[in-house]
């Protein structure tokens, strides 16, 4: 496992922890690996997903450091979402 997806899963067991997604959501960085995140936490993993959010490693970083909204990074085609439009959404919330 990469370093950039053990600090992500860190940072994102922190904005998640009181969050309940209704979903399955996986964040894919590209050659770094993916992360998992559902109701029952957030894991390193590749697995099937109500939703793919996928971002290369600076936009990915951005995101969760608070620089960068998601809604903006989709919007600008740095951020891309496949599957559940309205998980994606929620998970934004969350992380903007």
Same mark, same amino acid.
């Given at each position: =496992?990469?370093?950039?997806?053990?600090?992500?899963?860190?940072?994102?067991?922190?904005?998640?922890?009181?969050?309940?997604?209704?979903?399955?959501?996986?964040?894919?960085?590209? *050659?770094?690996?993916?992360?998992?995140?559902?109701? &029952?936490?957030?894991?390193? *993993?590749?697995?099937?997903?109500?939703? !793919?959010?996928?971002?290369?490693?600076?936009?990915?970083?951005?995101?969760?450091?608070?620089?960068? &909204?998601? !809604?903006?990074?989709? =919007?600008?085609?740095?951020?891309?979402?496949?599957?559940?439009? *309205?998980?994606?959404?929620?998970?934004?919330?969350?992380?903007?």
């Amino acid at each position: =496992m990469s370093e950039v997806i053990d600090e992500a899963v860190a940072t994102l067991q922190t904005k998640f922890q009181r969050a309940e997604i209704g979903g399955t959501a996986k964040f894919m960085i590209p *050659g770094e690996g993916a992360i998992m995140l559902d109701d &029952n936490g957030v894991r390193a *993993g590749d697995e099937p997903a109500d939703v !793919t959010l996928t971002a290369d490693v600076d936009t990915f970083k951005a995101i969760l450091d608070g620089e960068t &909204n998601p !809604t903006a990074a989709f =919007m600008t085609g740095k951020l891309s979402v496949e599957g559940d439009m *309205g998980l994606a959404m929620k998970l934004g919330t969350v992380l903007g």
